[in-house]
Structures are given as structure tokens and as C-alpha cells.
Nanobody, 114 residues
Framework: QVQLVESGGGLVQPGGSLRLSCVAS????????MGWYRQAPGKQRELVATITKSGTTNVADSVLGRFTIFRDNAKNTVYLQMNSLKPEDTAVYYC????????WGLGTQVTVSS
């Protein structure tokens, strides 16, 4: 089993920044790829960005150039740096790991509003 704990969400004004963190614990050897997904009210959960152990990233077009994903393998942590936030970025952001099984965190709320 892998446990994931997200942090860093909150309320921010349009144009602002937030950094999300996700710490993994448990059977870390199961993890090949870590990433972030989000779900806005009334919408399906969607990919935001993923990163492999070697650092290869995949970023959704909707956030490309504004969001950056990076990880610290020594700390078993993945980060999502979110800049130039827009109201449409408002959602619950979920950490996810893939490899030997898929695991999800409980999510952290990000609200972009003036």
C-alpha cells in the first residue's frame, strides 16, 4: 500500500501562485510515476501533470507554461507549482501514483477567486 498526503491548497486571487505538495509513504517501491489530477464541480477528474522517477513530465495543455511539476525522490515528494492562476483552475487537486498499483490522496481544494 501507498499512502499520499497532499498540502498547499487554499484561496488565491487570479494571477496568484500556489505550490502543492504530496508526500508518499508506505510501499514506495511500487511507485513509478507520480502526478496531479483535478476535479472541478460537475466535471470529470482530469490530468494536470505527471512525472516519472527519471524526471520525464507530461503536462496538460490547459496548464502548460503556468504549472510546473517536480519531485524530490529522496523525500518521496511531488510538487505542483502553479503560477498565473485562473478562476477555471478552481478544483480539488488529487495526488496520484502509478506503478505497481494506483493510489490516490484525499485531495486539496484550490480556489481562485477575487
Amino acid at each position: 500500500q501507498v499512502q499520499l498526503v497532499e498540502s498547499g491548497g487554499g484561496l488565491v486571487q487570479p494571477g496568484g501562485s500556489l505550490r502543492l505538495s504530496c508526500v508518499a509513504s508506505g510501499d514506495i517501491f511500487r511507485i513509478l510515476r507520480m502526478g496531479w489530477y483535478r476535479q472541478a464541480p460537475g466535471k470529470q477528474r482530469e490530468l494536470v501533470a505527471t512525472i516519472t522517477k527519471s524526471g520525464t513530465t507530461n503536462v496538460a495543455d490547459s496548464v502548460l507554461g503556468r504549472f510546473t511539476i517536480f519531485r524530490d525522490n529522496a523525500k518521496n515528494t511531488v510538487y505542483l507549482q502553479m503560477n498565473s492562476l485562473k478562476p477555471e483552475d478552481t478544483a480539488v487537486y488529487y495526488c496520484n501514483t502509478q506503478g505497481m498499483g494506483s493510489y490516490w490522496g484525499l485531495g486539496t481544494q484550490v480556489t481562485v477567486s477575487s
